[in-house]
């Protein structure tokens, strides 16, 4: 967005809360009765002049503006402000109402915002945490994962009753000791499963064994998956992992990745404890 535009916004919007809300003393506010231009007969004063300039530049910068630059900041807010009397004339009485919801949905925002920055307590991502979330996802900092792992796959050939039959063996097999009596009858000749054992990394495997090898955790048996028409189960017996990236090398971007969450906790504790403390009454069905 050009700074010109965000300038005009910017007076757009403080002009409709102005609007909505004519009781707040305005006079208040730093510098806000002291008029630097006026359109149509309608003020612009050196605290909206100075607002726009923060807004877009931030505290830091606001003082770094040359005169001939602060000066086409209030051009902005001139040109906004004669934009926004404009249309705001020709709104029809219906168009009017839902201006006033819109600003008064955008206030609320605000309070919203500034309430929740006065009520949180947000919780810093500790050192454990980051130690939990790099030993619970090597793979994402470098780890490479081996697996070695079995596979049990009904051949093609069977149907009917003898078919249904050798499906509900491959589904009960749900122990350690029923997945090794299912794997030495594959391992028989002339036996109706396939049996493959070997060792690889998953994401090298195609589709979709990648995956269903991947998910699948050491010492347990996958579900039942339908590849091609014919049902196949997986047990990963064994992994190893290759090095990640050192723990200090990552911690800084797992910190990064884990504060949003940590956010969320304390947006949730704030919501609900003001909700404890109100009361509301909902006037339509709710689930």
């Given at each position: 967005?050009?700074?010109?535009?965000r300038?005009?916004?910017?007076?757009?919007?403080?002009?409709?809360?102005?609007?909505?809300d004519?009781?707040?003393?305005?006079?208040?506010?730093?510098?806000?009765?002291?008029v630097?231009?006026?359109?149509n007969?309608?003020?612009?004063?050196?605290?909206?002049?100075?607002?726009?300039?923060?807004?877009?530049?931030?505290?830091?910068?606001?003082?770094?503006?040359?005169d001939?630059?602060?000066?086409?900041?209030?051009?902005?807010?001139?040109?906004?402000k004669?934009?926004?009397?404009?249309?705001?004339?020709?709104?029809?009485?219906?168009?009017?109402l839902?201006?006033?919801?819109?600003?008064?949905?955008y206030?609320?925002?605000?309070?919203?915002?500034?309430?929740?920055?006065?009520?949180t307590?947000?919780?810093?991502?500790?050192?454990?945490?980051v130690?939990?979330?790099?030993?619970?996802?090597?793979?994402?900092?470098?780890a490479?994962?081996?697996?070695?792992?079995?596979?049990?796959?009904l051949?093609?050939?069977?149907?009917?009753?003898?078919?249904?039959?050798?499906?509900?063996?491959?589904?009960?097999?749900?122990?350690?000791?029923?997945?090794?009596?299912?794997?030495?009858?594959?391992?028989?000749?002339?036996?109706?499963?396939?049996?493959i054992?070997?060792?690889?990394?998953p994401?090298?495997?195609?589709?979709?064994?990648?995956?269903?090898?991947a998910?699948?955790?050491?010492?347990?048996?996958?579900e039942?998956?339908?590849v091609e028409?014919?049902p196949?189960?997986v047990?990963?017996?064994?992994?190893?992992?290759?090095?990640?990236?050192?723990?200090?090398?990552?911690?800084?971007?797992?910190?990064?990745?884990l504060?949003?969450?940590?956010?969320?906790?304390?947006?949730?504790?704030?919501?609900?404890d003001?909700?404890?403390?109100?009361?509301i009454?909902?006037?339509?069905?709710?689930?």
């Amino acid at each position: 967005m050009s700074f010109t535009l965000r300038a005009s916004l910017l007076c757009a919007m403080a002009c409709m809360v102005a609007c909505s809300d004519s009781k707040i003393e305005t006079n208040l506010l730093p510098d806000d009765d002291v008029v630097v231009a006026k359109v149509n007969g309608e003020a612009i004063s050196a605290y909206d002049w100075q607002q726009a300039i923060v807004t877009n530049l931030g505290e830091q910068n606001a003082f770094l503006l040359d005169d001939d630059a602060r000066l086409k900041v209030l051009q902005s807010l001139a040109a906004a402000k004669a934009m926004a009397q404009k249309e705001r004339d020709a709104l029809t009485p219906t168009e009017r109402l839902e201006l006033e919801k819109q600003i008064e949905a955008y206030r609320e925002q605000l309070l919203v915002k500034r309430y929740l920055k006065a009520h949180t307590d947000i919780t810093p991502v500790t050192s454990e945490m980051v130690e939990a979330y790099y030993q619970k996802y090597p793979e994402r900092f470098g780890a490479t994962r081996t697996v070695e792992y079995q596979l049990i796959r009904l051949r093609s050939g069977a149907d009917g009753e003898k078919r249904n039959t050798l499906v509900s063996a491959l589904q009960k097999a749900a122990t350690p000791a029923e997945w090794s009596a299912l794997t030495s009858n594959a391992r028989k000749a002339n036996s109706p499963f396939e049996y493959i054992q070997q060792k690889s990394v998953p994401n090298l495997l195609q589709a979709p064994l990648s995956s269903i090898v991947a998910n699948t955790a050491k010492g347990s048996i996958s579900e039942v998956y339908w590849v091609e028409g014919l049902p196949l189960r997986v047990r990963v017996i064994d992994e190893q992992w290759s090095a990640a990236k050192p723990l200090a090398d990552v911690s800084a971007e797992i910190r990064k990745t884990l504060a949003p969450s940590q956010v969320k906790k304390a947006v949730k504790q704030a919501t609900d404890d003001i909700l404890k403390e109100s009361k509301i009454e909902y006037l339509v069905e709710t689930p």
